[in-house]
């Protein structure tokens, strides 16, 4: 089928064979901006020549940039526009002449931009609270029209003051927050083309940091090797980096610094007081920076920088030590000497020792000095941080002072050393001298020198009476010298004592005297006592003399027997004479004195040794001791307790005795009894109190339960018979087997539940009815033979069972029952004495 385009050339030829015809195809373009877009002019007719004009009116030459014009047969031209542009548009017109024929077309080339987002950046970044303008440059032609979408919603203007729309499409956002962030779409539209695009934008809202200083101050201790910490929390979008800046100097990790890996903590190193000041934590993201400050105090301990060792001389007018020290807080400075201790201001009512304290200096000024302040004096500087140290020796030189004592006492032949006693600074020479003459001399041998750094020791052993007397010692250095008379007294032997009382007993008797008015001026190292029957020899015995000796005992004597008495004193020349005797006469034989006792608790608390003292025997010997105790109060029982445990009887040469298995917390009395032939002594009497059981719980110690032994017992009694029950009840039920089957069968007639036969009860072998599965046997006699069950006989008792019968009787002594066990039940209650039965007071224990 012809096309209708050859149809209507064909006809045009037809009818106008000799005229030339022009057509441009296609008649009218439209051409995207950046498009390429060819036309083809067909010519009817001969043509010689075909050419295409610009809208301009120029003629298009082949090979021109972007438009290029093609004559591909002797009919056809071809115009091609690559790339076109705003330029581009007009009318093109495609001419065909032949000679003098001529013939043209034209056709209208519009150029159109199509929507082209120019600039629409993404993401786009603002700092919160800006006002934000959200880029997005959209061009086509006609202008497009812009619509603004968040959310999935479009953005209404005129309900939010907060968004406008510029001129140039762009979005504004006043005061942007970030709550804002997010997708935002731009949307252009070209509604005479219906064309539309869109472009997806993300708005990033950037906050300011904020910053925060742990510790606005920080103390820390110089020269101590420690660190110092500082930190600071910081918060904004994006994360902010943390930098520290110290002088304006921004610090890094390294030998003095240390940084964590966000930055907000920094650790300063070994601190030293140049690092004390202002540190500057900072904190930096792309919305800005903020900064905050933080002090670093450093303190330092005292330290004593100057003290040095004085010298003056005795009678000076002053001595002035100074002790400086270096500290911050400035530290305080403070003196002291020996036991006393100098602080600011005068220090003596005689005005003699003055304090002055500037800044970090202390002087401490002694006015008049002399030899007795020599020594150390210890420089004490204090602060809030510590304290430091120093002692510095203040050296006082003197003329020798001698001292020691004056008199000596000895007798001939006994050496005798006199001390000769010097202080002085420098150290003094010491020279003995006796009626002007040097001691020792070419003539004494019996007297020798002895020296050492301080004291020059003159011995001598007196031969005769010349010996005695006067002394001479001399010390001499180069602050001058000093002598002393020292006398050598012959020594006598002391006084006699003075007998104040005899104090008889049957075998002994106490003398009671003073000592001597004369000691014979050498100290008294011995009495003599010496007693006898009136008219024969005396007898004698000798003690040691201490200060505090003021009576001595006599033994061995006779009952009711008349003795003499009389004392003398011993020292190192002699005996004196005795004192006048004295007469008393011995008690008749009686019963011994009471002991005297003591009492000491043993590592377990319940367990006591009693020890004592013999006393005066009444004349006649000790046979043995008698003991006996008794429980006076027990804090967890209403009453008193006071039945006696059996008396102990211990041998004569017994000095304690050892009280075991005693209850806990308990107070008790304890008698001790000595017996001779003539009868028992009254009782020596102690009380103690036993401690605490270190297993009881303290509230039952206290009496917060209040529940005796029995009761405790009671109750354990009707637990374990409620579990005995529990016990049976499941037997009978799950087992057809215990008490309760026993009863139900012997009582009642009637079998356990689940029973399939008689032969059960009578003991024979029960089937199931599976017969492949082991026979259920109950042996009837097992009642016979279970204690406790249906009103069985009683059992031994242990250690956890009463001695009582069900209704809280006492068990009588049975007389079917031997002796041996009786002895086995109460050798178990001794044992364990919290678990003691009850008794009645007329009931004697076993």
Not at 570 to 581: D, V
Not at 597 to 616: A, F, H, M, P, S
Not at 688 to 695: E, G, I, L, V
């Amino acid at each position: 089928m012809l096309q209708t385009r050859d149809l209507i050339w064909g006809l045009l030829f037809i009818g106008c064979a000799a005229a030339i015809q022009v057509q441009i195809t296609p008649t009218q373009g439209e051409i995207s901006v950046g498009e390429s877009k060819f036309f083809l002019c067909e010519v009817v007719g001969d043509a010689k020549d075909i050419d295409w004009y610009a809208p301009s009116g120029e003629k298009i030459l082949p090979n021109m940039p972007d438009i290029f014009v093609n004559r591909a047969d002797e009919t056809t031209s071809t115009l091609t526009i690559y790339h076109a542009n705003v330029d581009s548009a007009g009318i093109y017109k495609c001419v065909a002449k032949n000679g003098d024929k001529e013939a043209q077309a034209t056709v209208q080339v519009k150029i159109f931009q199509k929507i082209t987002f120019a600039s629409a950046p993404s993401p786009q970044e603002f700092n919160e609270g800006d006002d934000a303008d959200i880029v997005c440059n959209v061009v086509s032609s006609p202008p497009p029209t812009i619509i603004w979408k968040h959310k999935g919603s479009k953005i209404q203007v005129a309900k939010d003051v907060r968004y406008k729309i510029m001129d140039n499409g762009h979005l504004q956002i006043r005061g942007i927050k970030k709550i804002d962030e997010g997708m935002y779409n731009c949307e252009a539209r070209v509604m005479a083309r219906g064309e539309i695009d869109f472009k997806m934008i993300k708005v990033v809202v950037n906050v300011l940091p904020t910053i925060r200083a742990r510790l606005s101050e920080v103390n820390a201790t110089a020269d101590i090797g420690s660190s110092a910490l500082l930190a600071c929390d910081a918060d904004g979008f994006p994360e902010p980096t943390v930098t520290w800046a110290h002088n304006n100097i921004v610090l890094e990790t390294g030998d003095k610094y240390s940084l964590n890996e966000d930055g907000s903590e920094l650790v300063i190193k070994d601190v030293k007081k140049v690092d004390e000041g202002d540190y500057t934590c900072i904190a930096k993201n792309k919305a800005g920076e903020k900064a905050e400050e933080v002090s670093l105090n450093v303190f330092v301990q005292p330290k004593i920088t100057y003290l040095n060792n004085q010298t003056a001389s005795e009678f000076d007018d002053q001595v002035t030590l100074t002790c400086e020290a270096l500290g911050d807080p400035t530290p305080t400075i403070s003196w002291s000497f020996e036991n006393r201790v100098f602080t600011e201001g005068e220090q003596s009512l005689d005005r003699n020792i003055v304090v002055r304290s500037h800044a970090r200096v202390s002087s401490l000024t002694l006015k008049n000095v002399v030899f007795t302040y020599a020594g150390q004096y210890l420089c004490t500087a204090s602060n809030s941080i510590g304290q430091d140290n120093q002692h510095m020796y203040l050296e006082v030189r003197y003329a020798p002072k001698i001292q020691g004592r004056v008199t000596v006492y000895t007798w001939e032949g006994n050496a005798a050393n006199i001390s000769c006693e010097v202080e002085a600074h420098p150290g003094a020479s010491v020279v003995w001298f006796r009626d002007g003459l040097q001691l020792p001399s070419a003539n004494t041998t019996n007297m020798k020198l002895y020296n050492t750094q301080t004291v020059s020791y003159l011995e001598i052993t007196p031969d005769s009476q010349n010996d005695f007397g006067s002394y001479n010692c001399t010390a001499t250095n180069a602050m001058g010298a000093d002598s002393k008379e020292f006398i050598l007294i012959q020594a006598e032997v002391p006084s006699s004592p003075e007998i104040q009382q005899v104090e008889p007993f049957s075998s002994t008797a106490v003398v009671a005297f003073e000592e001597p008015d004369s000691m014979g001026g050498v100290p008294i190292i011995k009495y003599k006592v010496e007693w006898r029957l009136p008219g024969q020899d005396w007898t004698g015995s000798e003690h040691d003399a201490n200060d505090e000796m003021t009576t001595i005992t006599i033994v061995g004597l006779k009952p009711e027997t008349t003795y003499e008495v009389k004392m003398s004193a011993i020292n190192g020349k002699g005996e004196g004479e005795s004192s006048p005797a004295s007469t008393f006469k011995t008690e008749p034989v009686r019963e011994p004195s009471a002991p005297i006792l003591e009492v000491k608790i043993q590592d377990r608390g319940n367990t006591l040794k009693i020890n004592w003292i013999k006393q005066d025997d009444g004349g006649s010997p000790i046979k043995h001791y008698l003991v006996r105790y008794k429980a006076v109060s027990i804090p967890s029982k209403e009453k008193h307790v006071s039945d006696w445990k059996p008396e102990i009887r211990l041998p004569h040469n017994s000095e304690y005795v050892t009280l075991n298995g005693l209850d806990w917390n308990t107070e008790y009395e304890v008698h001790v009894v000595a017996e001779n032939q003539q009868g028992k002594s009254e009782p020596a009497v102690i009380s103690f109190r036993t401690t605490t059981d270190p297993t009881t719980i303290p509230d039952a110690v206290d009496g917060g339960s209040g529940l005796g032994t029995g009761a405790i017992v009671g109750i354990l009694i009707v637990v374990f018979f409620l579990l005995l029950l529990g016990v049976d009840v499941t037997c009978y039920f799950l087992n057809k087997c215990g008490l309760l089957m026993c009863i139900a069968v012997n009582f009642c007639g009637k079998a356990g539940p689940g029973a399939k036969s008689k032969d059960i009860e009578e003991g024979k072998a029960a089937f199931t009815k599976d017969e492949s599965k082991e026979p259920i046997v109950e042996v009837r006699t097992e009642e016979e033979h279970t204690p406790n069950q249906g009103g069985g006989g009683p059992t031994e008792p242990n250690e956890t069972t009463p001695l009582t019968e069900p209704d809280g009787k006492t068990v009588k002594d049975d007389k079917t029952k031997g002796q041996t066990e009786l002895k086995n039940a109460t050798d178990e209650v001794k044992t364990v004495p919290n678990e003691a039965p009850q008794t009645n007071g007329n009931e004697s224990k076993a």
